[in-house]
């Protein structure tokens, strides 16, 4: 029996390594990305890049929190799990912010910079994805960073075609559509993954609950 507890025990620690290298990747390449885009987003005037460079700086963050929980237990995970939702859902409104605002100010963005910057952040963030992918069922910390990565896919083709259909209209309007798309992507997932932690800290604050094999 001994020697099937080292067994886990060497497997537990083999997947938190694997879950830290993959987060303090997918971490630096987030952090590179949001400079880039919300410096572009600025220059360009796009509501759209602006919002997604804010996704990118939440994920950062979130990558940053899910480090500091992978070897804690299921409380401290569901714990983390509902400060990304938290963080999604604040950016959400910041973004509804920011639309409100360009509707009264706005002029249309420059296209061709937001479809060079949204393409460069399309790739970096399947890259992140596919990274992340071999460990979303690893438990819910793992699997709220996933789905955070896989929104970024979303919004970054989001505003993709934001910048096509703004070369070839001329107009605001794409860019707050995309915009708006991409807050209420933001707002969904954020009630999703809420409702996701709120279950998995009641779950865990179970009197009979089983001990977290990942603590």
């Not at 890049?49 to 990558?63: E, I, Q």
């Not at 970054?156 to 915009?179: C, E, M, Q, R």
């Amino acid at each position: 029996m001994a020697g099937c507890c080292h067994e886990d025990d060497a497997h537990l620690q083999a997947m938190r390594d694997g879950q830290r290298r993959v987060l303090w990747t997918v971490l630096a390449l987030n952090a590179v990305m949001f400079v880039g885009e919300f410096t572009a987003g600025w220059i360009a005037g796009s509501t759209a890049l602006l919002a997604d460079s804010l996704d990118m700086l939440g994920d950062t963050l979130v990558y940053a929190f899910s480090l500091a929980v992978i070897a804690r237990g299921a409380r401290a995970k569901a714990l983390s799990a509902g400060f990304k939702g938290m963080v999604m859902l604040v950016f959400g409104l910041v973004v509804c912010a920011q639309l409100v605002a360009k509707l009264v100010y706005g002029l249309p963005p420059a296209a061709p910079i937001m479809a060079v910057v949204g393409t460069l952040a399309l790739i970096g963030n399947i890259v992140c994805l596919v990274l992340l992918t071999r460990h979303r069922e690893d438990d819910i910390n793992m699997r709220s960073v996933w789905i955070c990565s896989r929104n970024d896919l979303f919004a970054n083709s989001g505003v993709i075609v934001a910048a096509a259909l703004v070369a070839f209209t001329h107009s605001i309007w794409p860019d707050l559509i995309i915009g708006a798309a991409i807050a209420a992507l933001f707002l969904r997932s954020a009630f999703g993954v809420l409702g996701d932690a709120r279950g998995a800290y009641r779950e865990a604050a179970q009197p009979g609950h089983a001990v977290d094999r990942s603590a």
